[in-house]
Every structure is written in structure tokens, then in C-alpha cells.
């Protein structure tokens, strides 16, 4: 089944501890991408990749980081985790070309306490 | 820089009436133009999108759109609503030819159906 996975689905952590959120996509997708849900402001993009290895700025990338050393896999890095980064992630992937549309992954709820 | 605004936070139908859902966006030219519908506690699951011919596009569980140029628009309706079509429902854009295949997201209409 084509899909998108995220890992975990919940997580609540504290103030300053680094995590590190996965994300992996069994459809050979060159373009992947990290964005994040709050209520009232919609889907906010965080960081995208084009290919292996080419990463870049959406957003709201402050306070993030993301790899992108293989192909199928784009990991979310908070480094020092705040409380203002309790929110809702989801992970996209698609074909380069916009007209697809992205396929989402199932979300990661996080809470920074 | 690419905007949609979608009109009513929050929508309520009864069951069995249209359902009409707002979006309209601001690009100097035509983007790319979808629905998205999130279930609770789900991911975003694509209704429909608009690329290029008809202006009419049909998704899926019978939704269908119209894109007019001419309004900026691209309006989400089903003629007859269902219990199960409660959700919350996306308006997206994306800009044709973008370097960036960034998805723009209006910030969502939670749909209630009234039994």
C-alpha cells in the first residue's frame, strides 16, 4: 500500500530535550515536505526537500531541523523543544510537479511541557 | 505570495441538504487548486483537484468543485449531505511552475451535519 508514516503518533516531552520525529514513503517520491497544524491558522510548511540531499526553508523552519540522506526517509529534528512547538505535524510526500498533490502522513500530536 | 481565505470557520447542515463550502485565493495567475478533508484524528485525504480543462471536477463521495477564473474561486459542494461527511475540509493552492511545490492551505471549514 502507497503510503506515508510518521513516527510517533503521540509524544509528550519536556522543555529542552531533542527529538526527532520520522518520517518515511514507500512511493519513490522525489519531493517531501513537514508542516505543521494549529487551530485557526491552518497548515504552516516548516521545511521541504526537492531530492537526496536538497533541503530548504518553508515557513515557519525556526526552532527545526530535517535531513534528507536517503530518499524514502525525511526525519523532523527538534533540537531544544519549546512549548510553542505543541502542535500537530504532518508529513507530505509527492512527485515533483505539483499537479498530484501530496499524500499525508497519519500526523504526530506533540506536546512540550 | 499565494493566499486562500475560506469563508466560514465553521459550517452546519442538516443531513440530506447541499453542502457548500467557500475558498477563494489571490495568485496573479491560475494556480494549481485542491480539497482536502481531515477526519478526526486522521491525515489529509485529497477530494479533488483542479489542474487544467474542465472547470468542473468531480472528487470523490460525491464532492465536486468549480474553479471560476473570473471570482478566484473554487467552491466545494455535495447535494446531499451524509453523517459521515463530518469533517474538517482544506482549500489548497499551488503555484504553476513553482521551484517550491508548496502547498498553500486556507485554514479549514469544520463541517457539522445535523441528523
Known amino acids: 500500500e502507497a503510503q506515508v508514516t510518521q513516527n510517533p503518533r503521540y509524544l509528550i516531552t519536556v522543555t529542552g530535550k531533542k527529538l526527532t520525529v520520522t518520517c518515511s514513503q514507500n512511493?519513490?517520491?522525489?519531493?517531501m515536505s513537514w508542516y505543521r497544524q494549529d487551530p485557526g491558522l491552518g497548515l504552516r510548511q516548516i521545511y521541504y526537500?526537492?531530492?537526496?540531499?536538497?533541503?530548504d526553508k518553508g515557513d515557519v523552519p525556526e526552532g527545526y531541523k530535517v535531513s534528507r540522506k536517503e530518499k524514502r526517509n525525511f526525519p523532523l529534528i527538534l533540537e531544544s523543544p519549546s512549548p510553542n512547538q505543541t502542535s500537530l505535524y504532518f508529513c507530505?510526500?509527492?512527485?515533483?510537479?505539483?499537479?498530484?498533490?501530496?499524500?499525508f502522513g497519519s500526523g504526530t500530536r506533540l506536546t512540550v511541557v | 505570495a499565494q493566499s486562500v481565505t475560506q469563508l466560514g470557520s465553521h459550517v452546519s447542515v442538516s443531513e440530506g441538504a447541499l453542502v457548500l463550502l467557500r475558498c477563494n485565493y489571490s495568485?496573479?495567475?491560475?494556480?494549481?487548486l485542491f480539497w482536502y478533508v481531515q477526519y478526526p484524528n486522521q491525515g489529509l485525504q485529497l477530494l479533488l483537484k483542479?489542474?487544467?480543462?474542465?472547470?468542473l471536477v468531480k472528487g470523490i463521495n460525491g464532492f465536486e468543485a468549480e474553479f471560476k477564473k473570473s471570482e478566484t474561486s473554487f467552491h466545494l459542494t455535495k447535494p446531499s449531505a451524509h453523517m459521515s461527511d463530518a469533517a474538517e475540509y482544506f482549500c489548497?493552492?499551488?503555484?504553476?511552475?513553482?521551484?517550491?511545490?508548496?502547498?498553500?492551505f486556507g485554514k479549514g471549514t469544520l463541517l457539522t451535519v445535523n441528523p
Open positions: 507530505a510526500s509527492s512527485r515533483t510537479g505539483t499537479s498530484g498533490g501530496y499524500t
Open positions: 512511493m519513490n517520491h522525489e519531493y
Open positions: 526537500s526537492m531530492n537526496v540531499e536538497v533541503t
Open positions: 495568485s496573479s495567475v491560475p494556480p494549481y
Open positions: 483542479y489542474t487544467t480543462g474542465a472547470t
Open positions: 489548497a493552492v499551488s503555484e504553476r511552475g513553482g521551484s517550491n511545490y508548496k502547498l498553500t
